[in-house]
C-alpha cells in the first residue's frame, strides 16, 4: 500500500486539453513537493507547497495543498505536447520517518 | 553548476558479482538518498544519510549496503547482486530531508 496515491496512472490526452491529477493519503504532511522526470532524466522540483489550502502557479501549471494537508492536486490548463513526462508528488509526513514519501507517479502524455 | 552525478549511467553484470554505483554532490548537502525506481512502484528510497557517518535504512535496504566517509560521496555497494535489483537506482541529495532534492541521471543495472 502506497503512502502517497496518485490518480491516474496514466493519462494520454490532446493537446490544448485540461487535466488535474491527484495525490491522496490519508497521513498528514508538513509539506508536499511535485516533480516532474522526463525520460532518462531524474525528476525535476516543479513546486513545494506548505500551508493548508495553499494555491501555487506555475505558467499554466495550478498546484494545490488540501486545507487538511493530506492531499494535493496539480491542473494544467491547455496541455502542451512539452508537458509530456512522468509527475510525482512527495511527501514529509509529520509523524514519519527521516525521508520524503513519493507517490507512484503520473505518466501523463499530451497528443499534437 | 550544481549537480548530482552517478557512475555509471549503465550497467550489466552477472548474479553475485559485486559492484559499487558512485553518487558525488557540489552543493554540500547533509542529506543524501539513494532510490529505485521500478514501473508502477514509484521511487522507492533504500537507504539515506542525514550526515557523514550517519546512514539509515529506507523502505527496501536488503541486498544493498552505503557509506558516507564524506560529505559529497555517497556510494551504493550491491555486496552480491540478482536479478530481481534489476531497476533504475537514482541518488539525491537536498539540504535536509523535507527540502528539493537535486536528483542525478540515473543508473540502469541490469542483473542476468
Known amino acids: 500500500t502506497q503512502l502517497l496515491e496518485q490518480s491516474p496512472q496514466f493519462l494520454s490526452i490532446q493537446e490544448g486539453e485540461n487535466l488535474t491529477v491527484y495525490c491522496n493519503s490519508s497521513?498528514?504532511?508538513?509539506?508536499l513537493q511535485w516533480y516532474r522526470q522526463e525520460p532518462g532524466e531524474g525528476p525535476v522540483l516543479l513546486v513545494t507547497?506548505?500551508?493548508?489550502?495553499e494555491v501555487k502557479k506555475l505558467k499554466r501549471l495550478t498546484f494545490q495543498f488540501g486545507d487538511a494537508r493530506k492531499d494535493s492536486s496539480l491542473h494544467i490548463t491547455a496541455a502542451q505536447p512539452g508537458d509530456t513526462g512522468l509527475y510525482l508528488c512527495?511527501?514529509?509526513?509529520?509523524?514519519?520517518?527521516?525521508?520524503?514519501?513519493f507517490g507512484q507517479g503520473t505518466r501523463l502524455t499530451i497528443n499534437p | 553548476e550544481a549537480q548530482v552525478t552517478q557512475n555509471p549511467r549503465y550497467l550489466i553484470t552477472v548474479t553475485g558479482k559485486k559492484l559499487t554505483v558512485t553518487c558525488s554532490q557540489n552543493?554540500?548537502?547533509?542529506?543524501m538518498s539513494w532510490y529505485r525506481q521500478d514501473p508502477g512502484l514509484g521511487l522507492r528510497q533504500i537507504y539515506y544519510?542525514?550526515?557523514?557517518?550517519?546512514?539509515d535504512k529506507g523502505d527496501v535496504p536488503e541486498g544493498y549496503k552505503v557509506s558516507r566517509k564524506e560529505k559529497r560521496n555517497f556510494p551504493l555497494i550491491l555486496e552480491s547482486p540478482s536479478p530481481n535489483q534489476t531497476s533504475l537506482y537514482f541518488c539525491?541529495?537536498?539540504?535536509?530531508?523535507?527540502?528539493?532534492?537535486?536528483f542525478g541521471q540515473g543508473t540502469r543495472l541490469t542483473v542476468v
Open positions: 512527495a511527501g514529509d509526513e509529520i509523524r514519519g520517518a527521516q525521508k520524503l514519501v
Open positions: 552543493m554540500n548537502h547533509e542529506y
Open positions: 544519510s542525514m550526515n557523514v557517518e550517519v546512514t
Open positions: 539525491a541529495s537536498s539540504l535536509d530531508r523535507a527540502t528539493e532534492a537535486f
Open positions: 507547497v506548505v500551508t493548508g489550502g
Open positions: 497521513s498528514v504532511f508538513s509539506s
